[in-house]
């Protein structure tokens, strides 16, 4: 059996009376993108953070690499939140620092030439960033930590479409196969090409989870006709 990165086996979450989670069950495998799907509230950023250790889910358990989700699966999960977690201070040397002094497997190398490819300049102070180019520099942290699990919490959320293509091309450049990805979006059709599966999540349940190529063939649809389908009104 192919190695599993990130397990959820009924895991339930709640807000006080609100239910963000409902027994959620799913796996997903090794060297595998995956776009975590659903509209605006559907629970993408509840469940990404029980991944990173963030929150404890109200029932079930999750692990990732077939450990329980802890301190020590946090070693091994570089997780990219929706909301920036520089300070407006900082220039991306700074930015930069600390990540080298809080990740261990922070590769400072990787992260430079990802910069390049981000148009990033070290010297670049943090407030005078647009949205587009801080999402960028999000994205360069995160992604130049060696993990074996990548969550991406909205990573084009509000940018325009060229800073979107350029976000996904880093993506895709800088993926390295014996790791696994968790994406998460509204904004399918954008960036259904660079997913191997798709987990659509609707009010907190998990409606569906193939692989791409399955609804392209069996379904003969794009996964955003499909979304489209599912998440109908
Ligand atoms: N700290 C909180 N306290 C109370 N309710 C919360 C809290 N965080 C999230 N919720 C609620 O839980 C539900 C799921 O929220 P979550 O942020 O996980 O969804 P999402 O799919 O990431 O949404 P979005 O795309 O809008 O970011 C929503 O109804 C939200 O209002």
Redesign the pocket.
Known sequence: MEESLLQFQGISKS??S????RDVTFDIGAGKIVGLL????????????IAAGLIRPSQGTASVAGIPVGLSTKAIVSFMP?RPLTESWMKVSDALEFSRDFYADFDEAKARKMLDFMNLSTRDRISSLSKGMNERLQLTLALSRNAKLYLL??PI?GVDPVARTKILDAIVEFYSEDSSMLI?T?LVRDIERIFDEVIF?RD?QVVMQDEVENIRIKHGKSVDDMFKEVFAE
Do not use: P, R, V
Not at 18 to 21: D, N, Q, S, T
Not at 38 to 49: A, E, P, Q, R, V
């Open positions: 807000y006080g609100k239910k963000a989670l659903g509209t605006n509230g559907s629970g993408k950023t509840t469940l990404m953070k929706d919490d909205e959320g998460s509204h999540i907190g």
